[in-house]
């Protein structure tokens, strides 16, 4: 048995781009994405300045988080210890690219589908050397066995070799030589503002922001910031759909999470506002989730391998089960309330309490599972999330409350006031904690920096305002519903604002 790995000898590599052409030319690469690039970082000031090249790629992890997100398994372990792919297998989620911490994996423009350096798997398998190593012109780039404890990258590994992030646990197999502490970390470098030729970067190009530097320092020995003078780009992998459906999921539990308040409360006589309305009502924003699900991704006809190619692991495949679930529920909610056998609604309330609760924290596991966000493993996600549903909830039947008769009204609008009273305490918790450099960078970026707008419209429109006019309702007696359904609007769209900023902050800070 082996267990492949590359020693990267940062100390001979000049730089030339031999290894990113010949993988270009071996796997046809499309132009714009890289299976393996170099990144040059500049430290020191003139005329006592050096540049140091990295060569840059998949790092074959012995515990690889991109194959326990990977929902249909494409992503896989080879025999010798490789993480390949398999291309018939991905759906193109790009939940992959998130979870891996080095970068690593791009989507093909032209397949939709997850590729990365795949060790040249099919050169290696005819006893031949990936293509990198063989016209690497220094002998930079060499491949050993670590399950050799007599190679190379064993003992270099073992005597100070350098691995990129070893803080993320995933065990890398890429062990690099006399590499400059500034290439490796991707804080410790960034892009200057100076207006010279390398500043010209696009949205692709990402790299630590004045906001989030000010924040968090880049480097933890103090050490001045390195300058990045040539990277490749990596655009954000999940956007507006991911941030849609974090809304539409958290709306359809939260609406059955207060129906079943509701009938606790001893309202299921109430078939319209209580058995009818409401699984109708969560059945369309569950359908709405579906369909943003499968909406974003780049092979929406595979969809279905969720089901019969699942990796159980993935919490894409838990989620999918999850979703399922409740909209099982759903139905068996609506046939008792059209039935109005308003007697059986006690006994799925709890059935259809856990699976609401799970249908809205089971994306906590989920961003969990994307190591190389750490914004996305602080712990108060979850309740977050699970508050939002409760607020979302008071929302959605304070907006019912408008055109039908909704019963519990006062036990509505406290639940509303309540959930955004949590919400609120949850996220201020999660912006004052001590923190790491990349969540540090990361809410910086969320609340200071390019995702700040987004952030204030849930901070005065969805929380500020809405608090104003709920408790305003509950002051004057909470029977008049119109300020309670003239918060509703706004308390959606500020949720949604916030997840876009979360959302989108989580993945500003550069991973390679």
């Given at each position: 048995?082996?267990?492949?790995?590359?020693?990267?000898?940062?100390?001979?590599?000049?730089?030339?781009?031999?290894?990113?052409?010949?993988?270009?030319?071996?796997?046809?690469?499309?132009?714009?994405?890289?299976r393996?690039?170099?990144?040059?970082?500049?430290?020191?000031?003139?005329?006592?300045?050096e540049?140091h090249?990295?060569?840059?790629?998949?790092n074959?992890?012995d515990?690889?988080?991109?194959?326990?997100?990977?929902?249909?398994?494409?992503?896989?372990?080879?025999?010798?210890?490789?993480?390949?792919?398999?291309?018939?297998?991905?759906?193109?989620?790009k939940?992959?690219?998130?979870?891996?911490?080095?970068?690593?994996?791009?989507?093909?423009?032209?397949?939709?589908?997850?590729?990365?350096?795949?060790?040249?798997?099919?050169?290696?398998?005819?006893?031949?050397?990936?293509?990198?190593?063989?016209?690497?012109?220094?002998?930079?780039?060499?491949v050993?066995?670590?399950?050799d404890?007599?190679?190379?990258?064993?003992?270099?590994?073992?005597?100070?070799?350098?691995?990129?992030?070893?803080?993320?646990?995933?065990?890398?197999?890429?062990?690099?030589?006399?590499?400059?502490?500034?290439?490796?970390?991707?804080?410790?470098?960034?892009?200057?503002?100076?207006?010279?030729?390398?500043?010209?970067?696009t949205?692709?190009?990402?790299?630590?922001?004045?906001?989030?530097?000010?924040?968090?320092?880049?480097r933890?020995?103090?050490?001045?910031?390195?300058?990045?003078?040539?990277?490749?780009?990596?655009?954000?992998?999940?956007?507006?759909?991911?941030?849609?459906?974090l809304?539409?999921?958290?709306?359809?539990?939260?609406?059955?999470?207060?129906?079943?308040?509701?009938?606790?409360?001893?309202?299921?006589?109430?078939?319209?506002?209580?058995?009818?309305?409401?699984?109708?009502?969560?059945?369309?924003?569950?359908?709405?989730?579906?369909?943003?699900?499968?909406?974003?991704?780049?092979?929406?006809?595979r969809?279905i391998?969720?089901?019969?190619?699942?990796?159980?692991?993935?919490?894409?495949?838990?989620g999918?089960y999850?979703?399922?679930?409740?909209?099982?529920?759903?139905?068996?909610?609506?046939?008792?309330?059209?039935s109005g056998?308003?007697?059986?609604?006690?006994?799925?309330?709890?059935?259809?309490?856990?699976?609401?609760?799970?249908?809205?924290?089971?994306?906590?596991?989920?961003?969990?599972?994307?190591?190389?966000?750490?914004?996305w493993?602080?712990?108060?996600?979850?309740?977050?999330l699970?508050?939002?549903?409760?607020?979302?909830?008071?929302?959605?039947?304070?907006?019912?409350?408008?055109?039908?008769?909704v019963?519990?009204?006062?036990?509505?609008?406290w639940?509303?006031?309540?959930?955004?009273?949590?919400?609120g305490?949850?996220v201020?918790?999660?912006?004052?904690?001590?923190?790491?450099?990349?969540?540090?960078?990361?809410?910086?970026e969320?609340?200071?920096?390019?995702?700040q707008?987004?952030?204030?419209?849930?901070?005065?429109?969805?929380?500020?305002?809405?608090?104003?006019?709920?408790?305003?309702?509950?002051?004057?007696?909470?029977?008049d519903?119109?300020?309670?359904?003239?918060?509703?609007?706004f308390?959606?769209?500020?949720?949604?604002?916030?997840?876009?900023?979360?959302?989108?902050?989580?993945?500003?800070?550069?991973?390679?």
């Amino acid at each position: 048995m082996t267990r492949l790995g590359f020693v990267l000898d940062s100390g001979s590599c000049i730089g030339c781009h031999a290894c990113t052409v010949a993988c270009k030319s071996e796997h046809d690469v499309p132009l714009g994405v890289n299976r393996t690039w170099l990144k040059y970082v500049e430290t020191g000031t003139h005329p006592d300045s050096e540049r140091h090249f990295s060569v840059m790629r998949c790092n074959h992890c012995d515990d690889a988080p991109c194959m326990d997100i990977c929902p249909t398994s494409a992503l896989f372990r080879a025999d010798n210890g490789v993480v390949d792919f398999d291309d018939d297998n991905c759906i193109g989620c790009k939940a992959c690219m998130n979870a891996c911490p080095y970068d690593a994996i791009y989507l093909n423009p032209q397949t939709g589908t997850a590729h990365k350096c795949n060790f040249c798997n099919h050169r290696i398998e005819d006893g031949l050397e990936p293509s990198c190593v063989v016209v690497c012109p220094t002998q930079a780039i060499r491949v050993g066995d670590l399950d050799d404890p007599a190679s190379e990258i064993s003992i270099l590994l073992a005597s100070g070799g350098t691995v990129r992030s070893p803080e993320q646990g995933t065990r890398p197999k890429v062990v690099y030589k006399g590499a400059n502490p500034s290439s490796l970390d991707p804080l410790a470098s960034a892009i200057a503002d100076d207006g010279m030729i390398w500043t010209d970067t696009t949205p692709g190009h990402p790299t630590p922001t004045p906001v989030a530097l000010s924040a968090s320092p880049a480097r933890d020995d103090g050490a001045a910031m390195a300058r990045t003078v040539y990277t490749t780009q990596h655009p954000m992998a999940w956007g507006s759909m991911v941030s849609g459906y974090l809304v539409t999921k958290a709306i359809a539990a939260g609406v059955m999470l207060v129906a079943s308040l509701l009938v606790l409360l001893g309202h299921g006589g109430s078939r319209a506002a209580v058995g009818i309305v409401p699984p109708m009502l969560a059945g369309m924003f569950l359908a709405l989730t579906g369909v943003l699900l499968v909406a974003d991704l780049k092979q929406p006809k595979r969809f279905i391998y969720l089901m019969t190619r699942g990796n159980r692991t993935s919490w894409l495949v838990k989620g999918a089960y999850v979703l399922g679930g409740f909209a099982a529920c759903l139905a068996a909610w609506w046939v008792v309330g059209l039935s109005g056998a308003d007697g059986i609604l006690p006994v799925l309330v709890l059935p259809t309490v856990l699976l609401a609760l799970a249908t809205a924290g089971y994306t906590a596991f989920l961003f969990g599972q994307c190591e190389g966000r750490d914004l996305w493993q602080e712990p108060l996600l979850l309740p977050i999330l699970l508050a939002q549903a409760v607020v979302a909830g008071g929302a959605a039947y304070s907006l019912l409350d408008l055109v039908m008769e909704v019963p519990g009204t006062a036990a509505i609008q406290w639940t509303f006031l309540l959930g955004l009273i949590a919400n609120g305490l949850l996220v201020g918790l999660e912006l004052r904690g001590g923190h790491s450099r990349h969540v540090t960078m990361a809410l910086a970026e969320m609340t200071r920096g390019g995702q700040q707008r987004s952030f204030r419209q849930w901070r005065l429109n969805g929380m500020a305002m809405p608090l104003v006019l709920i408790a305003a309702s509950i002051a004057t007696g909470a029977d008049d519903p119109l300020l309670p359904a003239v918060a509703a609007p706004f308390v959606l769209f500020g949720l949604f604002a916030y997840e876009d900023a979360y959302v989108r902050a989580g993945q500003s800070v550069p991973l390679s």
